[in-house]
């Protein structure tokens, strides 16, 4: 049970350490027949969602984490038209891939339908409309039944950015670590595509760092991470997977991703092509654990 009736929500992801934030009004708090869902305020993060004891997504920060998933890979690719996000139920995904303009469809997989739909009532700034812009394709199936393109939707459709925005590997999540999973995804990926990933907090997750990287390594020519802080991911700052067999995508400078920003005209606040190309910078605890 994540809130003690103290008027703290008290985190549930990590066995020895966690987090607790003060709970204010409570717009949502059931479960959806998938996952305890609760939607709150708080003082200092303005509205939160939070899925089984885990805060998913925060009205304060998640510009961090949504900027640095999509813009990243889609800024280093340079050419993207289409785009498949797994999970990504609050929009903050959706909203940042549909900002790039020549994006021509976005297909969003998401397990839950309350989720987008508590979304829209309760936390509708993130996702900003997103789910209503006529390029948005959302499908509610399991993102791994999706991807093996048997019995859901089944398209020959290929994308040129996977991005995948999932809850952390328990629960219906879990699939969606798993190395047939990833072997799926690239199976789904045109020829020079990319796929990224939500891969937890390596300081507390070192696991989840290590187990992403052996097997996305099996697959990918170049399989790696970048990093960015996210406040309201508890334990300094997050990975992301990253996963393609075009090596080059990952080195290019801020001076080539720069002329692409900007031909974008995207706002951001936390995404700067410097910040783009520094966030591949891992410290040497990440490397060491990757060796
Ligand atoms: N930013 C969050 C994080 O880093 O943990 C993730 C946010 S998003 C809310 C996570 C979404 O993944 C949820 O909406 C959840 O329903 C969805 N999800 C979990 N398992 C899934 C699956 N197997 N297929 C599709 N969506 C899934």
Redesign the pocket.
């Known amino acids: 049970m994540s809130d003690s009736g103290s008027g703290w929500y008290d985190e549930t992801l990590h066995k020895d350490v966690a987090q607790r934030l003060r709970m204010g009004r409570v717009l949502h708090r059931d479960r959806t027949g ?2 305890d869902l609760v939607i709150f305020e708080n003082p200092v993060l303005g509205r939160v ?1 939070a ?1 089984d004891g ?1 805060v ?2 925060t009205e304060g920060d998640e510009f961090v ?1 949504h900027e640095m998933l999509t813009h990243v890979p889609i800024l280093a690719h340079g050419r993207v038209r289409r785009v498949l996000i ?5 929009g903050g995904m959706l909203r940042r891939c549909l900002e790039h303009k020549a994006v021509e469809r976005v297909t969003m ?4 339908r309350s ?1 987008v739909d508590l979304s829209i009532a309760h936390l509708p700034s993130i996702s900003a409309g997103a789910f209503d812009d006529p390029r948005t394709d959302l499908v509610i ?4 039944a999706f991807v093996k393109n048997k019995g859901v939707k089944e398209t020959a459709e290929r994308f040129d950015v996977i991005i995948v ?4 590997p328990h ?3 879990a ?2 670590f798993t190395e047939e999973f990833y072997a799926d995804c690239k199976a789904r990926l045109t020829p020079g595509g990319v796929m990224v990933t ?1 891969n937890g907090v390596p300081f507390l997750q070192p696991g989840e760092l290590k187990d992403s990287h052996r097997r996305l390594g099996r697959l990918f020519g170049d399989a790696g991470f970048f990093v960015a802080p996210v406040p309201s ?1 508890y334990g300094g700052f ?1 990975a992301f997977g990253w996963a393609t067999d075009d090596a080059a995508l990952r080195r290019q400078s801020a001076e080539a991703i720069r002329p692409r920003f900007e031909a974008a005209g995207l706002t951001t606040r936390y995404y700067t092509p410097d910040i783009h190309v520094a966030s591949f910078a891992l410290p040497a605890f990440m490397l060491d654990a990757l060796k």
């Open positions: 998938l996952q969602m899925l885990v998913q997504t984490y797994v999970g990504g139920g609050d997989v998401e397990i839950d989720v199936a399991d993102g791994c925005d999932s809850t952390d629960g219906p999540g699939v969606l939500q991911y997050m």
